[in-house]
């Protein structure tokens, strides 16, 4: 008997990206979700303007927009989409959504900048959540993001980096009405995707935003 899998929507940028072009990272991606998802990718942001996001049980943002804000009218989609169950994985670069005010309120948070590419120590921050199943902590090349979180969302951080000495944000999920949000902060290039314990946690993430 065939099992069918639940359909997820992978949006990013192909020619437009300043730098986070999906097609870097798309492969890779695929081949780790592809086991548990039914996955189609596209750079048509006018999809969440649209009923045909109603198919997807999970929207995964790879978005190079950090200049370029949705519409009116896709941000209106996506807000209704996650308030009404959807779930939303954000990975590295998708919090460019932020361009948006209202969609770095559903992302729970804002990034702000970073220092330049280097190694990082990840370590889980929460002792127990779903998302964190089997992760360890774990070395890998990066970008380190920070972020100004915010203050009135129910966001849960679950994962850090060290850097300069400190602990900063890294990942961490929040409900938005009847929806799921995680956001993971590595994804700069491929190599990232590659990286065994970080592929782990990208299906992890994807499974509880998507209620699997």
């Known amino acids: 008997m065939t099992t069918v899998k639940p359909k997820a929507l992978l949006l990013g940028d192909y020619e437009n990206a300043p730098y986070h072009p999906l097609g ?10 592809g086991a548990d998802w039914e996955i189609a990718s596209s ?23 950090w200049e370029s804000p949705l519409t009116s009218e896709e941000t209106a989609g996506l807000l209704r989409y996650a308030a009404g169950g959807g779930g939303l994985l954000i990975l590295h670069n998708g919090i460019s959504l932020q361009a948006r005010q209202e969609l770095a309120q559903l992302a729970g948070g804002r990034f702000t900048g970073h220092p330049e590419y280097t190694e990082l120590l990840f370590r889980p921050s929460a002792k127990e959540h779903p998302v964190l199943s089997g992760i360890e902590p774990f070395v890998m090349d990066e970008e380190p ?3 100004e979180l915010d203050g009135l969302s129910d966001h849960e951080v679950l994962l850090t980096y060290v850097h300069d000495g400190q602990d900063w944000p890294a ?11 995680v956001y993971l902060m590595p994804g700069h290039h491929r190599p990232s995707f590659e990286h065994a314990e970080y592929a782990k946690l990208v299906r992890n993430g994807a499974a509880w935003a998507g209620k699997l």
């Open 43 to 65: 750079d048509r942001y006018e999809l969440l303007a649209s009923q045909e996001l109603n198919p997807y049980r999970l929207c995964i943002s790879y978005a190079d927009r």
């Open 171 to 181: 990942a961490w999920t929040r409900r938005y009405g009847l929806g799921r949000m």
């Open 145 to 147: 993001y920070r972020f």
């Open 24 to 33: 870097a990272v798309e492969e890779t991606l695929l081949a780790i979700l």
